[in-house]
């Protein structure tokens, strides 16, 4: 068993940590157990005592009535392909669990998957960068 920081231990381990051990050194001094990685972290908060508050998250509002994805993206009628069927030019967007089926229609020159498939791997966001870049 590990033993906690007590008070005592937080003392060794200033005097060792002011002796110039590394962590390593003083974890095999401390001798019970205490890892490097114990030390380190030990170190880190003894350091700074306060505890580091989550960063807020940012809050995207959005109008009631107004949909998440701006877009419907409509999918295309997939082949259901196997992986023997599949080809270069094909997309390769898995469905289902073993055995897996692929999408199979045509890709874009500029990914694996066809244009649905692209839109909807990517984020609101990449899909406004990949309607710019790629056109509509």
Not at 85 to 106: T, V
């Amino acid at each position: 068993m590990i033993a906690r920081w007590t008070h005592d231990r937080d003392k060794r381990l200033a005097e060792l940590l002011m002796e110039g051990l590394s962590a390593s050194r003083i974890a095999a001094a401390m001798r019970d157990g205490t890892s490097r990685n114990a030390v380190i972290g030990r170190i880190y908060r003894l350091a700074n005592p306060t505890p580091r508050a989550p960063r807020p998250r940012p809050i995207v509002q959005r109008a009631p009535d107004q949909p998440l994805v701006e877009d419907e993206i409509i999918l295309p009628t997939s082949l259901c392909v196997t992986i023997a069927d599949l080809h270069q030019g094909m997309c390769k967007w898995p469905f289902g669990k073993s055995p897996y089926l692929f999408c199979g229609a045509k890709s874009s020159p500029s990914s694996s998957y066809c244009r649905q498939h692209t839109l909807l791997g990517l984020s609101p966001e990449g899909r406004l960068r990949y309607e710019r870049r790629f056109g509509s």
